[in-house]
Nanobody, 117 residues
């Protein structure tokens, strides 16, 4: 079954850290471009970070540059999002996404991140 399973969300105080994981099943992970998106209440879904298939290139939204790091382990079919120095405005549901050449994108189920004192 083709799916992405995200985990690692939770509640944290401002300035804290979380590490999200997204495990891929049923498709060729190593040739997929992987991304993390987020959607806050009342807002559109936005791209947070993207990493190429071999992990050689990454890109980030301006709002998270210097605080978030996307990485992947192709041997474990998993993509990660390390989030440091979290702010209340980072509160959102975070989704992982896989883009494969010539195929429909795949979305994970989302994991809630809440940053609050």
């Amino acid at each position: 079954q083709v799916q992405l399973v995200a985990s690692g969300g939770g509640s944290v105080q401002p300035g804290g850290s979380l590490r999200l994981s997204c495990a891929a099943h049923g498709f060729t992970f190593s040739t997929s471009v992987m991304s993390w998106y987020r959607q806050a209440p009342g807002k559109e879904r936005e791209l947070v970070a993207v990493i190429t298939s071999a992990g050689g290139s990454t890109n980030y939204a301006d709002s998270v540059k210097g605080r978030f790091t996307i990485s992947r382990d192709n041997a474990k079919n998993t993509v990660y999002l390390q989030m440091n120095s979290l702010k209340p405005e980072d509160t959102a549901v975070y989704y992982c996404n896989a883009v494969r050449a010539g195929r429909s994108p795949i979305w994970g189920q989302g994991t809630q991140v809440t940053v609050s004192s």
